[in-house]
């Protein structure tokens, strides 16, 4: 976390439970984190034209409502990081969430007919989310989040598992590649946390442009955005598969992975 004393810009006084180690308002006056702001892009951009992609492909909404949630969690984080307010720190974190809930619901029902509601596990995931939202607005507590949020994603993971290991062991370089990412991330964020008055005091010492690349927290953003992103491809991947359509993963300007299928003309 960073130190007590920032200065303050347009936004005005810090309001949020946290903040963190990118110096406030030390590229412009008008955003309090700049690095820790621009780096929700990743999260921001690329799902919303996943989410354009699956409605012209005739995808369950399921998997439109999950880019769209990591597109609104990108803009939320955006809003938080920018500002530094309590209440844009709740538009950042609630959604994450929210997310993680659509993410579960996708992985636990790729092997379901077509279309089909799971309406108690949808019931359970509505239930956890406004009980998560209820007591974190009355404890704002940063770890009580942070718990809820770390459970979500490791059950993601023990999901994702199951499915390279027993069902599908040939998606295995696609599923692990979305963990190691979004693990890598989570290690940088420790890091930029534990280690943040080091990180300071380093950034002093040396050019501009080789202190951005210790914003650690940054980082964090563009890794588990990537890695977020995988995951979706990763749980559509395998409903697809499923559903007896032929997906493929395809390079846009041979670097960023999209969806590609062909459903069968009986399916």
């Not at 029902?109 to 607005?137: D, G, M, P, Q």
């Amino acid at each position: 976390m960073a130190p007590a004393v920032d200065r303050e810009g347009y936004w005005g006084p810090t309001t949020s439970t946290l903040d963190w180690c990118e110096e406030n308002y030390a590229v412009t006056w008008y955003i309090a984190e700049f690095w820790n702001t621009v780096s929700n892009l990743i999260m921001i951009i690329p799902p919303i034209f996943g989410a354009i992609q699956s409605v012209r492909d005739g995808l369950e909404k399921r998997y439109i409502a999950s880019y769209l949630a990591l597109t609104v969690v990108g803009m939320g984080s955006w809003c938080f990081h920018m500002t530094l307010k309590y209440e844009m720190q709740l538009l950042d974190e609630l959604p994450m969430i929210y997310s993680c809930c659509i993410f579960v619901y996708c992985m636990f029902e790729c092997f379901k007919s077509k279309n089909s509601v799971n309406y108690h596990l949808l019931f359970a995931l509505v239930l956890f989310s406004l009980i998560v939202t209820t007591v974190y607005l009355k404890v704002k507590e940063p770890i009580f989040h942070q718990v809820m949020y770390g459970m979500l994603v490791f059950t993601l993971v023990l999901r994702s598992i199951y499915i390279v290991t027993w069902v599908y062991p040939w998606l295995r370089g696609l599923g692990y590649t979305s963990l190691g990412v979004f693990l890598f991330g989570f290690l940088l964020w420790n890091i930029d946390n534990i280690f943040c008055v080091s990180l300071r005091n380093f950034r002093k010492k040396v050019p501009p442009i080789i202190g951005v690349t210790t914003q650690f927290h940054a980082w964090w953003h563009i890794l588990t955005g990537l890695g977020s992103y995988l995951h979706i491809l990763f749980s559509l991947y395998t409903r697809t598969l499923y559903l007896r359509y032929r997906p493929k993963v395809k390079f846009l300007f041979g670097i960023w992975p999209v969806i590609m299928f062909e459903p069968l003309r009986n399916h």
